[in-house]
């Protein structure tokens, strides 16, 4: 555990020599105390129950339902006008998953902006339906995250900085929502890290973590971590820190940043 934060292993990016449904006990052998990954839809929930408890690992955090790859909806459908009766089922479906999992978050896509809507129609769709999803949400023990992602490896995707992410929590409450902080994007956007990361830790409450430019595990890329994990601290973060990045030779053999990087 880096700086004392637990670390989440995110079961669609690490431990991919696997079939998914054995990537769980693979994760606890390797020391994560819990997962986080995308889409648990394809399987049933008390499969899934079944094999965090087998695993002995908590559920951290599921995205919202998305569309297929290549498809209008791909990246969710929070910020699309008109779409309001298919994101709530989106919705209702996820918060469903992510009560029987025991996951405390659930990432609520943005969406990629179509071409004929403009940037303040798509902010305004966006907060109205987000603020329906943390109405949904209340009581139930998850909260509403977002995440901006980066025009790179998102091209079109509504939330491309933190402040835009922000301003979203803003406007939908603080004490409704907040931020799925990546590390990783806020790099690439925006770069000069460690003050991004004083000005927007506030809101967050997950961090996800992936080392520029190859989105490969901390210590291979351009960032130094230890200053890095440093402010996170300093900044009073006590949340899971999610691993979503590619291994650069293999998830086990790449594990020693752990270590490395805090040292």
Request: with cysteine; charged share 20%.
């Amino acid at each position: 555990m880096p700086g004392g934060f637990p670390l989440a292993a995110n079961l669609k990016w690490l431990f991919t020599e696997l079939p998914f449904e054995r990537r769980f006990d693979a994760a606890a052998a390797a020391g994560f105390g819990g997962v986080e990954y995308a889409a648990p839809y394809p399987y049933p929930p008390a499969r899934l129950r079944g094999l965090l408890r087998a695993a002995g690992l908590r559920q951290v955090l599921i995205n919202s339902p998305a569309g297929e790859p290549g498809s209008p909806e791909r990246a969710g459908l929070a910020c699309l006008p008109g779409r309001a009766t298919d994101f709530r089922t989106g919705i209702e479906r996820g918060l469903t998953y992510a009560t029987e999992l025991g996951a405390g978050l659930l990432h609520v896509l943005a969406g990629i902006v179509p071409p004929d809507v403009s940037a303040e129609r798509a902010f305004a769709t966006y907060v109205t339906n987000l603020a329906w999803a943390a109405d949904q949400a209340h009581g139930t023990g998850v909260r509403i995250v977002v995440e901006a992602q980066n025009e790179r490896d998102a091209p079109g995707y509504f939330l491309r900085t933190q402040a835009r992410a922000a301003a979203v929590v803003e406007a939908v409450g603080r004490d409704r929502a907040g931020l799925l902080l990546d590390l990783y994007h806020a790099q690439v956007t925006e770069g000069d890290l460690v003050r991004t990361l004083g000005a927007w830790l506030p809101y967050a409450l997950h961090l996800q973590i992936a080392d520029p430019p190859d989105r490969t595990e901390p210590g291979t890329g351009e960032l130094r971590w230890p200053r890095v994990f440093d402010a996170v601290r300093e900044a009073g973060y006590a949340g899971w820190v999610g691993c979503e990045y590619r291994p650069a030779a293999g998830t086990v053999a790449g594990l020693g940043w752990v270590t490395e990087v805090t040292a």
